[in-house]
């Protein structure tokens, strides 16, 4: 397991709270891309990626292109929350936008666009409209 250090998410510990290095990053890439192939599964769905948890784009990105590459390529979701806190670094933005272009199919956005459209907090959702998909909200 792994988490982030504070709430800026500026770094990945253990559960010890010691940095997570190199060897770490590479078992773990090699970990999720064997669970992928042993799987083979219909649909791959990261949660928050690539609208957000950058720091784990070193085991997604490999993970997306491995799926793209697969003669019976799966579904690729993202599901994200329909407030997200997004960047200010403009870099950091274009990359999320290019990979959701890049590497998905849909988006799905938990809730509902007439109540809160997602580009009420992240106002270039509007780019990668087409990808988007609100499922609403559940009442009990």
Not at 24 to 32: D, G, I, L, T, Y
Not at 116 to 134: D, G, M
Request: glycine fraction near 4%.
């Amino acid at each position: 397991p792994v988490r982030a250090r504070d709430a800026t998410f500026a770094e990945l510990v253990d559960m010890q709270g010691q940095p997570v290095g190199a060897a770490w990053r590479a078992a773990r890439q090699a970990a999720v891309r064997e669970c992928f192939e042993r799987f083979a599964p219909d649909c791959l769905i990261t949660e928050l990626f690539p609208l957000g948890r950058r720091k784990f784009a070193f085991e997604l990105l490999p993970l997306l292109e491995q799926a793209h590459k697969r003669q019976q390529r799966p579904l690729i979701l993202a599901s994200v929350r329909d407030v997200l806190v997004p960047p200010t670094d403009p870099a950091r933005i274009a990359d999320m936008l290019g990979w959701a272009a890049r590497y998905y199919d849909r988006i799905l956005v938990h809730g509902d666009a007439r109540f809160l459209p997602l580009e009420t907090s992240f106002p270039q959702a509007w780019k990668i409209s087409r990808l988007l998909h609100y499922t609403g909200y559940l009442a009990g």
